[in-house]
């Protein structure tokens, strides 16, 4: 009896960060893949996923800031990104999927930078990996 509720406690307890963090479908859609240009305004290195903000310039010339989720700082590491790799004020395309919402949010999938490099998301989003979908 002790055992099974033992296994019962630690069960809950390792489902708990499961159920606290959302999965992508449950924000974004896969069938509104946006890109957009425009120069970075702050770059997040939160936990559970990091932020990239960028302001882009409408056909109307009005300024929109955009919000892109990313994925946790250490896949971005392991992705080859380091903490000063876009800095504020770079001009960037970045490509992924809006938010369900409509709002100027999206799960970012990839940056490209002014060299044409580009830094894969490594965030919950199709081919946000850069192909490394093992890890």
């Not at 606290?20 to 425009?38: I, L, R």
Request: glycine share 12%.
């Amino acid at each position: 009896m002790k055992l099974a509720v033992l296994l019962l406690v630690l069960a809950v307890f390792a489902a708990a960060p499961l159920a606290a963090h959302h999965a992508f479908a449950a924000e974004f859609d896969v069938n509104q893949p946006v890109k957009v240009h425009g120069t970075v305004t702050k770059v997040e290195w939160v936990n559970p996923h990091a932020w990239i903000y960028v302001d882009v310039k409408g056909p109307d010339g009005q300024v929109v800031n955009w919000h892109f989720e990313l994925g946790p700082p250490n896949a971005l590491f392991r992705l080859g990104w380091k903490k000063d790799a876009i800095p504020e004020g770079t001009q960037v395309d970045i490509t992924g999927f809006r938010a369900k919402n409509g709002e100027n949010v999206g799960n970012g999938r990839s940056i490209i930078l002014p060299d044409g490099k580009e830094l894969f998301s490594g965030g919950s989003g199709p081919g946000s990996d850069g192909g490394n979908s093992s890890k």
